[in-house]
């Protein structure tokens, strides 16, 4: 009885199996989610853009005043992108990863947005790592967005800065079934 109190978590852990899928698409939530080529990528880290239909991105403010975004039912498309790095072997906190959201109206054809602009589509950079003073979400406002929607698909240009953190990620462009 014994034997099998120790073996029970260990088939428990081997019955886990992570799968690596580069698309996933579900009609229920509508989101598609595609790998991005490591080429695009900073060094060794690990891309991916997802979109998400019948959503609406909000920018909400915690107790403390720091931003995060929060992904509601709505008309449009809302596009996360994505970049993760590990961090060195042995350590427990040394993954680093950024992420980008912003809001697509279903309805266009065509979107450009710079400057200002870029918050009429709520552009929000993200920094996840343990940098004192740097992690947290950031408002956009220096920038060129294009997105195109045509033939099924999604392309999306957008060239950024964040004057009040560093980041990695500077330039993205990416086309996403939808």
């Known amino acids: 009885m014994k034997a099998l109190f120790l073996l029970l978590p260990l088939l428990m852990v081997q019955a886990c199996k992570t799968t690596n899928n580069n698309t996933v698409s579900s009609s229920e939530n ?8 490591t080429d695009d990528c ?15 991105l909000v920018v909400k403010e915690d107790g403390t005043g720091a931003l995060y975004p929060e992904i509601t039912s709505g008309d449009n ?20 990863s950024e992420t980008i959201h912003f809001e697509v109206p279903s309805n266009i054809d065509k979107l450009n ?11 929000l950079y993200g920094k996840q790592c343990y940098c004192k003073g740097e992690a947290g979400f950031y408002k956009v406002d220096n920038g060129v ?12 240009n957008l060239q950024f800065t964040v004057g009040e953190t560093s980041h990695k990620v500077s330039e993205i ?6």
Do not use: R, W
């Open 30 to 37: 509508s989101t598609e989610q595609i790998q991005a080529n």
């Open 42 to 56: 900073p060094d060794e880290g690990v891309c991916t853009a997802e979109i998400q239909k019948g959503k609406k």
């Open 113 to 123: 947005k710079k400057g200002d602009g870029l918050q009429d589509v709520a552009l």
């Open 173 to 178: 462009s990416k086309t996403i079934k939808l």
């Open 145 to 156: 967005l294009n997105v195109t929607k045509k033939n099924g698909q999604l392309h999306f």
């Open 77 to 96: 498309m809302v596009v996360v992108f994505s970049f993760s790095q590990k961090g060195p072997e042995g350590t427990v906190d040394g993954d680093y």
